[in-house]
């Protein structure tokens, strides 16, 4: 027990030595995939148990280890009403994505004979070949309760692929802000507390990752490597992280000279345990709030890949849509009005939420 808290302590804590120890069996379950077990485990697991043990260690254990600080902060963000509109919103679209599937059509069940049928209560008109006459009729369709969004020009139901695409969308958004915000923290932090040619180091390339063009590098990117959604993900959080390096490390500038990171040192605690126990949890509050923010800008970004034709050809998502509603809007202008509705209130109810966040954790805003 004395041997395996020293290791802890070596490591920074408990929690980077839990976080160590589930990188190495990830590593050996890599290697026992590559070389022993054709495909022991799906690619893409190993990104989400990374991601998801990254969220739980380094985000959810903080809030729940400072539960009086966070209920603080929680009171005054409640206070902030558009805030709690845009949680509620989100709330219930991560709600949709989850258990929607499990009540709606399969999002790429093909069916012409009920193409182009408009959302419930409207009333298109369609031209229709009689075999009889030989001629174009004009009929009258009218939406169904079977199809309460409609069908797009191949008889897709509408309310299937909207909730694939939020389900998309949202998943895109939090892994790739996610990978983008540990990349920034720990790079931006460890450039603050290091200083000198580290510093110098890091804010260089940090500078000439900024100076290119975010969604072209992007859409350059894809476009080399294929459009996967998995790697659609990491591409987004690895060009994404520019900004909260800056930020985090602007932050960290004023953390390290603070008595408790002095008197850290002079006890002897390691560089990481510095980092991990001192730094970034004192440097969350405008983690959060960037990452709540950066949210928006990722689902967007991942639309407009979709958009022009460079998203994962193998799922539904509001890009997708968009796209094939183009074509269609003197006919069929649900296919492209509704994903382009609900894109915009999820990206809206983020911004609310991230103001409201970044006024809660402002203590000179009087909320």
Avoid: C
Avoid at 119 to 135: A, C, E, K, L, N
Avoid at 177 to 194: D, E, F, K, Q, R
Avoid at 296 to 314: C, Q
């Amino acid at each position: 027990m004395k041997q395996l808290l020293r290791v802890a302590h070596r490591v920074g804590g408990l929690r980077n030595m839990a976080f160590l120890a589930i990188l190495a069996v990830l590593a050996v379950l890599g290697l026992l995939d590559l070389y022993v077990v054709d495909r022991l485990i799906p690619p893409s697991s190993y990104l989400y148990v990374f991601l998801a043990a990254t969220a739980i260690l380094y985000g959810a254990y903080p809030l729940w280890a400072a539960r009086r600080l966070t209920g603080y902060y929680w009171r005054r963000t409640s206070k902030h009403r558009l805030a709690l509109v845009g949680l509620v919103f989100i709330g219930i679209l991560i709600l949709i994505a989850t258990i929607g599937p499990f009540f709606t059509h399969d999002p790429t069940r093909v069916d012409f004979k009920e193409k182009n049928l408009p959302p419930v209560g409207f009333i298109t008109q369609q031209s229709v070949f009689d075999m009889s006459t030989g001629r174009l009729t004009t009929r009258d369709v009218y939406g169904t309760t079977e199809h309460p969004l409609g069908t797009d020009d191949k008889g897709r139901d509408m309310l299937a692929m909207l909730v694939s695409g939020a389900r998309v969308s949202l998943q895109v958004g939090f892994l790739a802000t996610l990978v983008a915000i540990l990349i920034g923290a720990v790079l931006g932090v460890t450039s603050a507390y290091a200083g000198g040619w580290v510093d110098n180091v890091l804010m260089r390339f940090t500078d000439v990752m900024m100076t290119f063009p975010f969604f072209l590098l992007l859409v350059f990117i894809v476009f080399l490597f294929g459009p996967s959604l998995n790697f659609i993900i990491l591409a987004i959080g690895l060009t994404g992280w520019t900004g909260v390096a800056r930020l985090v490390r602007s932050e960290t500038l004023s953390l390290r000279t603070r008595d408790f990171v002095i008197a850290s040192k002079a006890l002897g605690a390691s560089g990481a345990r510095i980092i991990f126990r001192h730094l970034i949890p004192n440097v969350m509050s405008p983690i959060i709030v960037i990452a709540t923010l950066s949210i928006p800008g990722v689902i967007l970004a991942e639309a407009a890949l979709s958009f022009i034709g460079l998203g994962d050809p193998s799922v539904t998502s509001w890009g997708i849509i968009l796209n094939a509603g183009q074509s269609s809007l003197d006919t069929a202008w649900w296919v492209a009005v509704v994903p382009g509705i609900l894109l915009f209130l999820t990206v809206l109810a983020f911004n609310f939420l991230g103001d409201g966040l970044r006024d809660a954790f402002d203590p000179r805003s009087q909320i």
